[in-house]
């Protein structure tokens, strides 16, 4: 069977690891977490970058650093996968989801101002398949109430909207590194932090709530309890993984738009009178290859598609379920109808897409899905 993921290797993970467990610190904040921060610092221009055990991780870090209290609301798309509302909700925030738009999973930026109260503390843009969100409308709406932005940028590792990358946009954003993203550690992710105002607090939140960071660089003389927090910082096994893929980014992000590209240029164009869609990019967005989707026309077809293809021996798979009508949220739910999620949780198909994808199982998925169709 071909899979529909495979964690790809760059083959220098085991020696790295082996390097930091050789160095006697396997802790956090070693020597390859400082490369990889830097990496991302000078690669992107990012403001600060914290890595954490998950991209979940880094979601609920910002919840606590944007003063999350009970009965605030956050706005994003009900499209999404839990971690977006969960950080929030576990703060005792009231997700207000928005619907997707029609052209792609991502908020429909247009529907987004009538949803703002005065209870509203931010909005969470999702950047699905590493396809940019519309940023200037958003930005302009958190200046316009005075919110706060986070990006959901799990997806959207090198991406860009407007030559700016992805996660570098809103105030805070966070990157995962899960194996099933372009760039691993098994289990990873990562906090940016674009706005000053909140770079003492993030290193402090992270640290169990100590100044120990400070402490190490010598800025205070000693460390201890000074804000709520918790353990968000991986371990030097993980960072040590996590920079052997970051050395090979640009060869990892090249061999993925091949591939995407040989899935667009043996669909597209062969498949409209069937009905089916494919990925939109809005004025801006670059394409990461993190993803090809495809969106059946119905239910049925995409079953039809699921079922051809695991036949000749091709995993693909659904994506998300509507959050807004999930048994955790529905009760909590405003009751509003949000068609084209509930659309997009019926009819996205994703393809397999890893790096070890060879042209000729592509050959087979494409073959298979004209045929299907
Ligand atoms: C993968 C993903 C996450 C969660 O990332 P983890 O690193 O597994 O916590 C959150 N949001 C989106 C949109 C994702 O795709």
């Excluded at 880094?58 to 009970?70: F, G, S, T």
């Excluded at 899935?263 to 993190?290: M, R, V």
Aim: contains cysteine.
């Amino acid at each position: 069977m071909i899979p529909f993921n495979k964690p790809y290797l760059t083959g220098l993970e085991t020696q790295y690891i082996q390097e930091a467990v050789q160095s006697g610190k396997i802790s956090g904040d070693g020597i390859f977490t400082k490369k990889c921060h830097r990496f991302f610092e000078e690669r992107y221009g990012f403001g600060k970058c914290l890595l954490t055990t998950s991209c979940t991780d880094a979601l609920e870090m910002a919840a606590i650093l944007i003063d999350i209290q009970p009965g605030d609301e956050v706005i994003m798309p009900s499209y999404t996968f839990v971690s977006t509302a969960n950080a929030f909700a576990l703060r005792g925030a009231k997700i207000i989801f928005a619907d997707s738009g029609s052209e792609n999973p991502n908020m429909n930026v247009a529907l987004l101002e009538p949803l703002i109260s005065d209870r509203t503390k931010a909005i969470v843009p999702v950047h699905y398949a590493g396809i940019a969100c519309e940023m200037d409308g958003i930005m302009d709406l958190a200046d316009k109430y005075g919110l706060w932005v986070v990006e959901d940028a799990a997806q959207a590792i090198d991406g860009y909207y407007k030559g700016k990358p992805l996660g570098g946009i809103g105030h805070l954003g966070a990157f995962s590194f899960h194996e099933t993203k372009n760039i691993i550690s098994g289990e990873g992710g990562m906090l940016i932090i674009n706005d000053e105002r909140f770079r003492e607090r993030a290193e402090i939140i992270r640290e169990k709530g100590t100044n120990r960071s400070a402490f190490f660089r010598g800025e205070v003389d000693k460390y201890g309890w000074v804000d709520i927090g918790s353990s968000f910082l991986p371990s030097e096994v993980i960072s040590a993984f996590l920079y052997a893929q970051l050395e090979q980014l640009d060869a990892i992000q090249e061999k993925r738009k091949a591939i995407w590209q040989r899935y667009w240029d043996g669909l597209y164009g062969q498949l409209p009178q069937k009905g089916i869609k494919f990925p939109h990019f809005i004025e801006g967005s670059t394409n990461n290859a993190h993803m090809f989707y495809l969106v059946c026309s119905d239910l049925e077809q995409r079953g039809r598609l699921i079922e051809a293809l695991k036949s000749a021996g091709a995993w693909a798979v659904f994506h998300y379920l509507s959050l807004h009508k999930s048994p955790y949220y529905t009760s909590k739910h405003t009751g509003a109808e949000l068609p084209w999620s509930d659309f997009y949780s019926d009819t996205l198909l994703r393809l397999p897409l890893f790096y070890e994808l060879t042209a000729q199982e592509q050959q087979l998925i494409i073959e298979t899905i004209l045929k299907a169709a």
